[in-house]
């Protein structure tokens, strides 16, 4: 059984976010508390950990995971091209419950899955998320859970589900707490490649934890479908 450290208690705070680290950089996987649900994360940049991760949730490559970064600088260095509309967005809503569909670098060396060219990413709010992506730069993170069941909301739900194919797991209690929409709403995910074509609209691909009127407001109404 893979150990579960609660990071309530200094100690194991310390001991289970070092252990987390030192887990990922060997391409190995953690599950960590985000601000919406919990989180298996991998390092974006090692292939082998990126399907380690897929195949723990039961996803091919089809389902590429989204990308956790520690700081909205990171959003240039990989994406390709950042509308104004997305600089909004991210200025209202970083660090937080918006992921954000982007053309990726093509300069960048990694292998998420069929990406078609873009990527996901998200700065989450958060604070022993932000820690990590502090010291490991950005992660591979997807929902702690099998494919097809519900979203984990403690790291005790994530490994009952995803057991020992996780080298570590940090308690942070219940996730996604801090919005109105409640426990075990994700991310909203918005595709903003749209926008870099004449008359192209921000399409929002899922509802989340940031309100659909929240992001009309942001872009207006007609920049939006």
């Known amino acids: ?4 450290y609660d990071t309530s208690v200094a100690s194991e705070l310390l001991t289970g976010t070092r252990l987390a680290r030192s887990a990922i950089g060997r391409g190995e996987l953690a599950v960590i508390p ?3 649900v919990y989180g298996v994360a991998a390092d ?9 991760l897929l195949k723990a949730k039961g996803r091919g490559r089809q389902s590429p995971p989204p990308v956790l970064i520690p700081g909205i600088p990171t959003l240039d260095a990989l994406a390709e091209v950042v509308p104004d509309e997305v600089r909004a967005l991210v200025a209202e809503f970083w660090p937080g419950g918006l992921t954000i569909i982007l053309p990726a670098r093509s300069s960048l060396m990694w292998d998420l899955g069929e990406t078609r060219g873009t990527v996901a990413l998200r700065m ?5 998320a932000l820690e990590i ?15 097809g069941e519900p979203a984990a909301m403690t ?3 994530a490994e009952a589900m995803l057991g020992e194919s996780v080298a570590v797991y940090l308690e942070a209690g219940p996730s996604g707490t801090g919005y109105e929409s409640g426990p075990g709403t994700g991310s909203t995910i918005v595709d903003a490649t749209g926008l870099l074509l004449p008359e192209g609209k921000l399409r929002i691909v ?3 934890v940031i309100s659909d009127e929240a992001i009309i407001e942001v872009v207006g ?3 939006t479908e």
């Not at 974006?44 to 380690?52: H, I």
Request: zero cysteines; proline letters at 11%; hydrophobic letters at 40%.
């Open 155 to 157: 790291a005790a739900e």
């Open 34 to 36: 985000t601000d919406t």
């Open 221 to 223: 109404r007609e920049r």
């Open 1 to 4: 059984m893979a150990p579960i």
């Open 206 to 208: 899922r509802s989340g």
């Open 133 to 147: 992506l502090s010291e490991t730069g950005p992660l591979a993170v997807s929902s702690a859970n099998l494919t």
């Open 124 to 128: 989450p709010s958060h604070p022993i």
């Open 44 to 52: 974006a940049f090692q292939p082998e950990a990126v399907a380690r």
